[in-house]
């Protein structure tokens, strides 16, 4: 079945005195780009999280953790007074008061709140805390986040699936009325080349007339269109082939996406009639719709 890179989970957890919310979603992307959020209080989180999302195919994946304590607003178990600073500043703030009065210069009172906001009262760091069970209990709750997240996943490459074999239809129906055209085309064609080579034996001597064998043969393969349609054949079936894998064929399909659109360029370069030229046309609008599905696919 064929996979999406976007998809989007969210979930709440709770274990080890904490409780905490996730939030997944990703987009299309050239390879795997991780980009976490999460609590760097928590020793080697962020590590085994990237082990385990690192098992993704394809796509920009942005993942973001939050946690609290139980029974307290999210960051407020990791505020505590770092002693140690608090009297050292208390010290500068007493060391400062007295030398301003010693200068006759009156200072406005220092309140409790202005002492924490010097940078290094508040320690948010959890350093004396053993986080092991807290990131224990988080990474045992990553599997059921993305089950719902490759569910989705799955369910948006089901609809994609869908699509692109609906605009497979569609150049293999292109194609048939391409081939039937150029079939149709093809005693005009030769009518044509018959009569202008009459009109030029009529009005020339002495032509080399294995020169002119070889112009009008150069011109026939010129206008000739069959290996264009042989080949957009082989490459609807190749496309069908992807769409029934189970696999990541993301990038198979980009690479089929080019040889679809080189030869439908080719097939207009060649139509020299109206209605070959609009098939060609059609062919790669087509086309250049199924490559922007394409580009979802993991």
């Known amino acids: 079945m064929?996979?999406?890179?976007?998809?989007?989970a969210a979930r709440k957890g709770q274990g080890a005195g904490h409780s905490w919310a996730w939030d997944l979603r990703s987009v299309n992307g050239k390879g795997l780009d991780l980009r976490l959020r999460v609590p760097d209080w928590i020793d080697g989180l962020e590590a085994a999280l990237r082990a385990?999302?690192?098992?993704?195919g394809r796509g920009n994946v942005s993942l973001s953790l939050r946690v609290?304590?139980?029974?307290?607003?999210?960051?407020?178990?990791?505020?505590?007074?770092?002693?140690?600073a608090l009297n050292a500043i208390l010290r500068a703030l007493s060391q400062v008061e007295t030398a301003a009065m010693e200068a006759g210069v009156t200072l406005a009172q220092a309140t409790a709140a202005d002492v924490l906001t010097i940078r290094g009262v508040l320690d948010t760091s959890a350093a004396d805390e053993d986080t092991t069970p807290l990131r224990t209990a988080i990474v045992a709750d990553l599997p059921a986040l993305l089950a719902d997240f490759n569910a989705m996943r799955a369910a948006e490459g089901?609809?994609?699936?869908?699509?692109?074999?609906?605009?497979?239809?569609?150049i293999a129906t292109l194609t048939a009325e391409a081939a039937q055209e150029a079939e149709a085309r093809r005693d005009a064609t030769a009518t044509a080349l018959r009569d202008?080579?009459?009109?030029?034996?009529?009005n020339t001597d002495g032509i080399d007339e294995t020169r002119l064998a070889q112009e009008l043969a150069l011109i026939a393969v010129k206008q000739d269109v069959t290996e264009e349609l042989d080949?957009?054949?082989?490459?609807?079936?190749?496309?069908?082939?992807?769409?029934?894998?189970?696999?990541?064929?993301?990038?198979?399909?980009?690479f089929l996406m080019q040889e679809f659109m080189r030869e439908a360029n080719t097939l207009c370069s060649k139509a020299q009639a109206k209605a070959l030229t609009r098939i060609g046309l059609d062919l790669k609008t087509v086309i250049d719709q199924m490559r922007e599905q394409v580009q979802n696919v993991e």
């Open 158 to 170: 089901a609809a994609l699936q869908t699509v692109i074999a609906a605009q497979i239809d569609r």
């Open 2 to 8: 064929t996979v999406s890179m976007t998809g989007f």
């Open 52 to 56: 385990e999302l690192g098992k993704l």
């Open 68 to 84: 609290a304590r139980d029974g307290m607003a999210e960051g407020a178990e990791t505020l505590r007074v770092n002693a140690p």
């Open 231 to 254: 080949r957009l054949t082989a490459h609807i079936a190749a496309a069908r082939a992807l769409l029934a894998e189970t696999g990541p064929v993301g990038r198979k399909f980009d």
């Open 196 to 202: 202008a080579l009459a009109k030029v034996m009529a």
